[in-house]
């Protein structure tokens, strides 16, 4: 019966990603440098229109340091700022790891007992809208100012709120259509769970999970402003402003900066491993 | 008729309820459909045709009337796994691979891990996508993810595979081409279809008989026993009883609207 329609043209074409990969390979280099070139030179040559603009127009250096200045200064304070860097890092991350748990075990939790996240997601959403950060001070009080739990509790309350709430839209917004599939299967809840519902919310929470890296670092940050060790990049920045070494303050900016992208790009390196099928990914290598 | 069909509906009515008020989708419906039988429900948007399919299936529960499928209840039949279901999207998951998705009703039903793979491969096979196992689904074109579709609603033996508006998404060339591979597995498996379509000839060409519905409430206008001869390919379709059973329908279609 098979070879009584042996060739439905359609098999046997050959899958579009297929055919795309054989094409890249010999260009590789052409298209990495079409595709980061722009932006390597937007950034040399904004460096550069910044280190003359504050040459020429002679910006007093309280106001607008050079870069060249700001480098000097980095290289002067390195193992200071590093060192501030790593410790407020550390606390960034810890947020982040106890924020993003809280946030999905919530998740599943209301997956299971929608009256908990009917009656829990308006709040949430409203808390979310919220500045949280202004908490910061209430947090030192409660765990004492150079305890690093006060800035680690700020953070994970921060992260928690975008994650709790994606991850529930994850596991909430899946088609009808592959409920109706499962129930013809006689899928029981935790069948459906496990292999509609959280599959289904990965997009959604590491979509948060990247907000929650730029926002943990923010969170750290400004909580030090208010008080904290001083090994603290936050500590060391509003210091070095209050005695006019600007220079220095943005040196430790410059590692703040560096940190929350390296912390981001950890997580779009999860999201490659984690899900390479979703279109936002397809983007990506595609693009 | 058979004495035990697959499928018999006695005086099923259907009313949903909803804010904007009572929608009566189908009323009074009485239908058997035969073991092995391949029955085809035809009508305008509206005439409850995939509503009744769901009904069969259990995904929808009646108003009013009793449904039994394999001579038990809707619902058994469906705890049961006794039917595969298609639908108009293919709804593959985007992070299974093509094997993965087929093996899909395995794992929910419980089988070993070889088993699953096993019996995926065979019916990977038999809708000749043995070599794209390894693809997800983006990788695949629309023809090719129904038949994905089409071997998962198939992997666990149901003796019942429903299928709603399965190629309505498709073009017509690869519409042609998937209506004739249906009825190849059709031979070969001898299972039940129910097929919800609104293509005369799509109706015409697969079922051996084509129940023609009208709307606002979805009843049976009529039924056309449909004889063309087995097998069919793409001769069936150029020969003069094909027309003539088109037109049989669509005289049955065009009575609806005179009513």
């Not at chain 1, 040399?44 to 040459?55: F, N, P």
């Not at chain 1, 980095?74 to 748990?101: N, P």
């Not at chain 2, 529960?61 to 619902?75: C, F, L, M, Q, Y």
Request: hydrophobic share 45%; glycine share 8%.
């Amino acid at each position: 019966m098979t070879e009584t329609f042996p060739s439905f043209g359609e098999g046997t074409e050959p899958p579009p990603s297929v055919a795309y990969r054989s094409e890249l390979a010999p260009g590789l280099l052409r298209v990495y440098t079409r595709r980061y070139l722009p932006a390597a030179l937007i950034f040399v040559g904004g460096l550069v229109l910044w280190e003359l603009t504050v040459r020429v127009f002679d910006i007093k250096r309280f106001l607008l340091p050079r870069p060249t200045a700001i480098i000097a200064a980095f290289g002067r304070e390195f193992g200071t700022v590093t060192a501030a860097g790593w410790f407020t890092m550390r606390e960034a991350m810890g947020g982040f790891v106890l924020g993003a748990s809280a946030g999905v075990g919530i998740a599943l939790i209301t997956a299971r007992w929608t009256l908990i996240r009917d009656g829990l997601m308006p709040f949430a959403i409203a808390v979310n809208a919220t500045p949280i950060i202004a908490l910061a001070p209430i947090m030192n009080n409660w765990f004492g100012i150079t305890n690093p739990m006060a800035k680690m509790s700020i953070v994970g309350v921060i992260v928690f709120f975008p994650v709790m709430i994606n991850m529930v839209r994850g596991l909430s917004e899946v088609s009808p259509g592959s409920l109706e599939l499962m129930d013809s299967y006689g899928a029981s809840p935790r069948q459906i769970l496990r292999r509609v519902r959280i599959p289904n919310s990965l997009p959604y929470v590491l979509g948060a999970f990247k907000v929650g890296t730029t926002l943990s670092v923010i969170a750290a940050i400004v909580s030090e402003y208010f008080g904290g060790s001083r090994n603290a990049l936050g500590v060391y920045i509003s210091q070095q402003a209050a005695l006019f070494h600007f220079a220095e303050a943005w040196a430790a900016i410059l590692v703040a900066s560096f940190s929350g992208i390296v912390f981001y790009l950890v997580i779009v390196a999860v999201e490659r491993v984690v899900i390479p099928w979703h279109a936002s990914m397809r983007a990506v290598a595609e693009g | 008729m058979n004495p035990s069909p697959a499928v018999s509906l006695t005086r099923v009515s259907k009313v949903f309820d909803s804010g904007a008020g009572r929608v009566h989708a189908l009323a009074d419906i009485d239908l058997e459909v035969g073991s092995g039988e391949f029955v085809s429900l035809i009508g305008p948007s509206g005439c409850g045709k995939s509503t009744l399919l769901r009904l069969i299936g259990d995904l929808l529960e009646p108003s009013a009337g009793s449904i039994r499928v394999n001579d038990k209840s809707a619902h058994q039949a469906r705890v049961d796994r006794d039917y595969g279901i298609v639908f108009q999207q293919a709804t593959l998951f985007e992070w299974r691979s093509v094997l993965h998705n087929v093996e899909l009703p395995l794992e929910v039903m419980g089988r070993d891990e070889a088993e699953r793979e096993q019996t995926a491969r065979s019916m990977l096979d038999l809708v000749q996508l043995s070599e794209f196992a390894g693809h997800y689904p983006y990788q695949l074109s629309g023809g090719m993810q129904q038949r994905v579709a089409i071997a998962r609603a198939l992997s666990f033996e149901p003796s019942i595979l429903l299928m709603d508006e399965p190629f309505g998404a498709l073009d017509e060339m690869t519409r042609e081409r998937m209506q004739t591979e249906v009825l190849r597995i059709w031979a070969q498996i001898g299972t039940t279809v129910v097929f919800v379509t609104h293509s005369i000839p799509e109706a015409v060409f697969l079922s051996s008989r084509v129940v023609v519905m009208s709307p606002r409430p979805g009843r049976i206008a009529g039924i056309v026993n449909n004889d063309l001869p087995q097998p069919r390919n793409d001769d069936t379709r150029e020969s003069p009883r094909f027309y003539e059973k088109m037109t049989e329908v669509r005289e049955t279609l065009r009575g609806i609207e005179a009513a």
